[in-house]
């Protein structure tokens, strides 16, 4: 299993792209997320065929912003079958259908919609109104020999720690939105992270890394090379 982010900013830190990563999990290559910077680097680094599914933490635009042009390049430009997007709950995919009719016509031409359980070892965290009031979000956790945990956008890490400390022991990398503005309710202030660390190899994304106190013992995926795509 390898994860490799395509950008680790959050909705305004356009100099650092939309958080977003590609996950290599049981032979198959999952897209997290498709923000607006999204698509544009993936034509960039040459890796549109790679995917073959998308999984969304929630449907802001830094998360959402490219999907319906990524499904169009794979469709005109690449002229191959549909991506498969993974959803977690049938409210959900309506949702998801419901913002791709208004750019496509009809969604279903262009994307597969499968039923997360349909895909082994993904373990999903609803997360409902913990990063936006009233708006879906999930975490994720991937496991395979070693396991991968995702939150999205989570503003209360406890929801997330908590769910993995009832899991069987298994190495275990998260990767966790963060942000270094206690007023910022909607994402993760570090100093709630850090009565988790141990035991975990804890990745902060979706931030603003030129903003990172001293005393944040924290790794930032900005800064961790191989963990960029």
Do not use: W
């Not at 900013?9 to 958080?19: E, I, Q, R, T």
């Not at 032979?27 to 999204?38: E, M, P, Q, R």
């Amino acid at each position: 299993m390898q994860i490799k982010f395509l950008g680790t900013g959050g909705a305004f830190d356009v100099d650092y792209l939309n958080s977003a990563a590609l996950l290599e999990f049981k032979d198959k290559t999952i897209l997290l997320d498709c923000g607006f910077t999204v698509y544009p680097t993936l034509v960039q680094k040459n890796l549109v065929s790679k995917i073959d599914y998308i999984l969304l933490t929630h449907l802001h635009n830094d998360h959402t912003g490219s999907l319906a042009s990524l499904l169009l390049h794979r469709h005109i430009i690449e002229k191959r079958d549909r991506l498969s997007l993974l959803y977690s709950s049938e409210q959900f995919r309506m949702q998801i259908q419901e913002l791709l009719e208004i750019q496509l016509k009809d969604s279903e031409k262009y994307v597969e919609f499968v039923p997360l359980d349909q895909f082994e070892g993904i373990r999903v965290i609803d997360t409902y109104g913990q990063h936006s009031e009233g708006m879906q979000s999930y975490a994720y956790i991937f496991d395979d020999n070693t396991r991968i945990a995702y939150s999205g956008d989570l503003a209360r890490p406890d929801v997330l720690f908590e769910r993995l400390e009832k899991l069987p022991q298994l190495p275990t990398c998260v990767f966790h939105d963060i942000t270094f503005d206690a007023e910022n309710t909607g994402h993760a202030y570090y100093k709630k992270l850090l009565p988790y660390l141990n035991g975990y190899k804890t990745y902060g994304y979706h931030c603003d890394p030129t903003k990172n106190p001293p005393d944040n013992p924290i790794r930032l995926v900005f800064y961790e090379k191989s963990l960029m795509a």
